[in-house]
T-cell receptor, first 116, second 116 residues
């Protein structure tokens, strides 16, 4: 069975601080995909990144960066110089291709509040 | 190129009524996933459909819930005899066929169902 744990339920920071959102996943499969989604107060889900299990290279996109470490089964997300617009709930998700399905298993989310 | 469309965006039903949620995938996508987000929870997979076929319904409640994706028209998630516990946000996501280079799930804006 697959599982995603986001231990941080809520985080509050002041604008311009760096913040790291933790994600730990569980799967026995060797082929899998990891995702991060952002859900702003308006409620839609915004795709941020998809990473496959064979690519441990860290990724940077503007103020966002992701640290994938298979040794610790973690896929952490860092926002540098946070802004008020970053306030949202962030979900980490895992999918394991099985039987033609790639359903996503989501963590419970981390609510990030960036205060001015 | 329109994204994933869901309607209605908000739906209010009294206990015992039926709820029908519609999802039109992105153009060219033939796969649809439905997820449910209960208050203060992450998203939970419900069902995965291809045109005219249910591929994976392992997340669907055994009773009152059904889904279809006909050859023509949107995918429909149907909830019969709704109860207060069905109040949630229901998201659908569409994807191209497996094996496509940029395979990922694109989420619609969600339907917020309130049962009174």
């Amino acid at each position: 069975a697959q599982k995603v744990t986001q231990a941080q339920t809520e985080i509050s920071v002041v604008e311009k601080e760096d913040v790291t959102l933790d994600c730990v996943y569980e799967t026995r499969d060797t082929t899998y995909y990891l995702f991060w989604y952002k859900q702003p107060p308006s409620g839609e889900l915004v795709f941020l990144i998809r990473r496959n299990s064979f690519d441990e290279q860290n990724e940077i996109s503007g103020r966002y960066s992701w640290n994938f470490q298979k040794s610790t089964s973690s896929f952490n997300f860092t926002i540098t110089a946070s802004q008020v617009v970053d306030s949202a709930v962030y979900f980490c998700a895992l999918s394991v291709p099985q039987g033609g399905s790639e359903k996503l298993v989501f963590g419970k989310g981390t609510k990030l509040t960036v205060n001015p | 190129n329109a994204g994933v469309m869901q309607n209605p965006r908000h739906l209010v039903r009294r206990r015992g009524q039926e709820a029908r949620l519609r999802c039109s995938p992105m153009k060219g996508h033939s796969h649809v996933y439905w997820y449910r987000q209960l208050p203060e929870e992450g998203l939970k997979f419900m069902v995965y459909l291809q045109k005219e076929n249910i591929i994976d319904e392992s997340g669907m409640p055994k009773e009152r819930f059904s889904a279809e994706f006909p050859k023509e028209g949107p995918s429909i998630l149907r909830i019969q005899q709704v109860v207060r516990g069905d109040s949630a946000a229901y998201f659908c996501a569409s994807s191209p066929a497996l094996g496509q280079p940029s395979y990922e799930q694109y989420f619609g804006p969600g339907t917020r169902l309130t049962v009174t």
